[in-house]
T-cell receptor, first 113, second 114 residues
Framework: KNQVEQSPQSLIILEGKNCTLQ??????????LRWYKQDTGRGPVSLTIMTFSENTKSNGRYTATLDADTKQSSLHITASQLSDSASYICVVITTGGGNKLTFGTGTQLKVEL | DVKVTQSSRYLVKRTGEKVFLECVQD?????MFWYRQDPGLGLRLIYF???????EKGDIPEGYSVSREKKERFSLILESASTNQTSMYLCASSLLAEGSNEQFFGPGTRLTVL
């Protein structure tokens, strides 16, 4: 069964600190992996996309990594800001057969002063 | 910027009512999707559409139907709302059928069925 598991479920950090969110997946066959940010009361917005051959991709203070061998991804947030408070969702996409996405349940991040 | 709009942010309905959730996208995307999002379960696909008048069942279509009469509009219909359909409903659109194409989401409709 295709699954995406994220950890931790929730996280509280102080403004300015770094943090790393984890995503493990069993989805097969793998096409690519996206990290989405979902602010409270809003729809998810894509942060990064990574294909099988990519190990690292950055988007400002967000850096995603992918290890396709161990089927793990991480999202590292540098110098956190209050506006980073949101749910971060890992999504794995399979190849062929259309647009099949498997969503993780998300990590709820809260950045405090 | 791609814009996906949903007709209501919050909706309260009674058990047995027929409910329409509307979604409109302004980027001429072929594909549109309806998801529901529940705590601890992540987003689950209800229905999707690759073209006008075409629809495909997702993972949890029971109790729902959809309509796509125009390319920019995708409607989700709850024929007879039940309390277990209380949820956040998210609409999304994407340009092509390939999985790598980004899905752009609307702001969501939080539906409460009493």
């Amino acid at each position: 069964k295709n699954q995406v598991e994220q950890s931790p479920q929730s996280l509280i950090i102080l403004e300015g600190k770094n943090c790393t969110l984890q995503c493990n997946y069993t989805v097969s066959p793998f096409s690519n992996l996206r990290w989405y940010k979902q602010d409270t009361g809003r729809g998810p917005v894509s942060l990064t996309i990574m294909t099988f051959s990519e190990n690292t991709k950055s988007n400002g203070r967000y850096t995603a990594t992918l290890d396709a061998d161990t089927k793990q991804s991480s999202l590292h947030i540098t110098a956190s800001q209050l506006s980073d408070s949101a749910s971060y969702i890992c999504v794995v996409i399979t190849t062929g057969g259309g647009n099949k996405l498997t969503f993780g349940t998300g990590t709820q991040l809260k950045v405090e002063l | 910027d791609v814009k996906v709009t949903q007709s209501s942010r919050y909706l309260v309905k009674r058990t047995g009512e027929k409910v329409f959730l509307e979604c409109v996208q302004d980027m001429d995307h072929e594909n549109m999707f309806w998801y529901r999002q529940d705590p601890g379960l992540g987003l689950r696909l209800i229905y999707f559409s690759y073209d006008v008048k075409m629809k495909e069942k997702g993972d949890i279509p029971e109790g729902y139907s959809v309509s796509r009469e125009k390319k920019e509009r995708f409607s989700l219909i709850l024929e007879s709302a039940s309390t277990n359909q209380t949820s956040m409903y998210l609409c999304a659109s994407s340009l092509l059928a390939e999985g790598s194409n980004e899905q752009f989401f609307g702001p969501g409709t939080r539906l409460t069925v009493l």
